[in-house]
């Protein structure tokens, strides 16, 4: 064996005690007690094991901007019409170095797969999916990278936009988006876009129904044209802000719909909380989508970062269990079995989410592996603790030591 992580709390076997995950050539080989290996060894010391954490909706291509963007003026904030003045200046190279910033702190954190969110339109052309293309190429050692190319300004009030998307398609970008909320013609660019996914047979992945209203929700566009193509288990709404505001037995009918439907949902806490409700100024929503009501419904149901230092979300440092914290905190979950179906949010369903099919701790599967420094998923919700191992392919990529507390001689 190639290594073996000792003494580890498996998060899908609790129950069993303390367990040895042997590992050869990048893929997991056994599990059980006592086993050995000619090469690494690391002792987990009983802590939490899971199979690393998945980033299932961020935007790499426009982080680390909120330097350059303008200051809010007033509480309300479109963050679409205060990044596009900026995207005609964006290289190919300042592409690829903020985002791979962002990628470095998703590694350190325990991220291992992520499907990242890329703009394409006439103002950034395809040098943002040239350069985030290029990072996943280069850090495949680390991270399996999945790109989702979407018209964030717009598409049938953007000329060009369309064939740009097409010729992203057509170099391989295997799930493609759309942001309707700012388009002309939300239905239209709905339409488009599944026509688009049917002919080139990709995945969708849709940022819907963020607002300050539930009157009008294009979920119910999205609902009719999955059943119409029968796209059940290949299609995903991220945001869903306006969940928040429907009465409890609405939003129960919509779950079932959606979970009958076979679309999975990503909420997005951070980015949600700081830009709802801003049309209040006082008793502010919050609105962010009850990600617990939706898993209890039967939907599949992830938590992501979204954006980081950017004019939608100007702060985040990549942690995904901060980001279950926050959910926890929005929501006000406290009992133990919803913090660990939060943190289920980062790593199963998530994988289940990107229809992966070889994510988990079994044996065959590769050997991604994330030692956390917590004895329970809910602890590391609860408490924020942080990833202290990371391994890909069965490669060690992350080490943090955890801190110690020095006591002086004359304490």
Request: charged residues 25%; contains cysteine.
């Amino acid at each position: 064996m190639d290594l073996i992580v000792k003494n580890a709390r498996l998060i899908d076997r609790l129950d069993e005690g303390l367990l040895d995950i042997a590992v050869e050539g990048g893929r997991i080989a056994a599990i059980g007690h006592g086993l050995a290996a000619e090469g690494e060894t690391y002792d987990a010391g009983g802590r939490l094991v899971c199979a690393g954490l998945i980033e299932s909706h961020i935007h790499l291509d426009k982080s680390r901007i909120a330097d350059r963007c303008p200051l809010p003026d007033g509480r309300r904030v479109n963050p679409v019409t205060m990044v596009a003045p900026l995207k005609p200046s964006w290289t190919v190279e300042d592409v690829y170095d903020r985002a791979e910033k962002t990628l470095h702190e998703c590694l350190i954190n325990g991220t291992t797969r992520m499907r990242t969110q890329v703009e394409i339109d006439p103002g950034i052309g395809l040098r943002g999916f040239e350069a985030v293309r290029a990072l996943e190429i280069d850090y495949r050692w680390a991270i399996d990278i999945e790109l989702c190319v979407f018209p964030q300004d717009g598409l049938t009030n953007y000329p060009g936009t369309e064939e740009l998307l097409v010729a992203a398609l057509k170099q391989g970008a295997p799930v493609l988006g759309a942001a309707p909320r700012y388009d002309r013609d939300p239905t239209a660019q709905i339409d488009r876009i599944f026509a688009l996914a049917r002919e080139f047979d990709v995945d969708l992945d849709l940022h819907l129904d963020v607002g300050d209203s539930p009157a009008h929700m294009d979920v119910y566009r999205v609902l009719e044209l999955t059943e119409q193509y029968k796209r059940g288990g290949r299609v995903v709404v991220g945001h869903m802000a306006k969940l928040s505001l429907l009465p409890p037995a609405e939003l129960a009918a919509l779950a079932r719909w959606l979970r009958d439907a076979g679309i999975a949902v990503t909420v997005l806490p951070a980015t949600d909380l700081y830009l709802m409700g801003r049309e209040r100024d006082h008793a502010v929503v919050r609105g962010v989508a009850d990600a617990n009501f939706l898993s209890t419904a039967g939907l599949t149901c992830a938590l992501s970062s979204n954006n980081i230092l950017n004019a939608a979300t100007p702060f985040g440092d990549c942690s995904l269990i901060r980001i279950a914290n926050l959910q926890a905190n929005i929501l006000q979950i406290a009992a133990p079995a919803q913090l660990r179906e939060l943190f289920l949010m980062l790593t199963e369903h998530s994988a289940r989410l990107l229809n992966l099919k070889d994510y988990g701790l079994l044996a065959g599967n590769p050997a991604d592996i994330v030692v956390i420094d917590a004895a329970t998923p809910e602890q590391a919700v609860a408490e924020i603790r942080p990833p202290l191992a990371v391994w890909k392919h069965g490669r060690r990529t992350v080490t943090r030591h955890p801190p110690e507390l020095i006591r002086s001689a004359s304490a």
